[in-house]
């Protein structure tokens, strides 16, 4: 904890992933990656507020095609009602920039040429979420 009201969590990681310790990363593994959280609460007020960032740096993607090097960030919000706060309504918003990334790229085949194509699986777009859950 930062504070009674502030949490905070870092971390990061650094790899170097080599066939037999040599050679190109391998794929689909990251050269780096970073996370950061930042958490508010205070007890006295029914709301909170969150913020994450997923910072991946160069991945040396499936058939050859680089792909990595984004910043995906969220932030969140909740409300709690009722006499016990057993009402809760979470707004979240993923993807604040709009980071158009890729988690995954492989290669398809055109069924009447075969001729071969890559495609990407892309992460997720910036999206608002709201949710509400009651506690019994």
Not at 34 to 52: I, M, Q
């Amino acid at each position: 904890p930062v504070s009674d009201t502030l949490n905070a969590s870092i971390s990061h990681t650094r790899t170097q992933a080599q066939f037999n310790g040599s050679g190109p990363q391998l794929t689909s593994i990251p050269k780096r990656e970073s996370k950061l959280r930042l958490d508010y609460r205070n007890a006295r007020y029914p709301f909170g507020l969150s913020l994450t960032s997923n910072i991946v740096g160069d991945i040396n993607g499936r058939r050859g095609v680089p792909r990595g090097d984004y910043v995906v960030t969220d932030i969140a919000g909740f409300y709690n009602l009722g006499s016990d706060e057993q009402h809760q309504f979470v707004l979240r918003l993923e993807n604040v920039t709009d980071e158009e990334y890729a988690t995954r790229i492989d290669r398809g085949t055109v069924d009447l040429t075969g001729q071969a194509y890559n495609y990407a699986n892309l992460g997720m777009e910036r999206t608002l979420h709201l949710a509400y859950t009651y506690r019994v």
